[in-house]
């Protein structure tokens, strides 16, 4: 979810600058090699997609983009529950 947040956000970044925001935007650090299997996952199910320009840089899919929505309504209905 962080991840597609932060592209959502920024734009297309390469996966180095997608970790750098992690840690300046939600203050999590995540291993170089975690954050490079997350994205790789990501794009190999759709929910990424690897742009070509001078380098490559990743983008939120319309299926990420959608995933994220489901995420954020589940996230909230389970707070919902936990409240009462």
């Known amino acids: 979810?962080?991840?597609i947040k932060v592209l959502l956000d920024s734009g297309p970044l390469k996966a180095y600058d997608i970790r750098r925001r992690l840690v300046e935007t939600y203050?999590?650090?995540?291993?170089?090699?975690?954050?490079?299997?997350?994205?790789y996952r990501m794009t190999r199910e759709g929910l990424l997609r690897k742009?070509?320009?001078p380098e490559t840089?990743?983008?939120v899919t319309s299926k990420g983009a959608k995933c994220l929505g489901e995420a954020v309504e589940l996230l909230k209905e389970l707070v919902?529950?936990?409240s009462h």
């Open 1 to 3: 979810m962080y991840i």
């Open 27 to 39: 203050g999590l650090k995540p291993a170089t090699v975690t954050v490079y299997s997350v994205i």
């Open 51 to 53: 742009t070509s320009e």
């Open 57 to 59: 840089r990743y983008e």
């Open 80 to 82: 919902e529950k936990l």
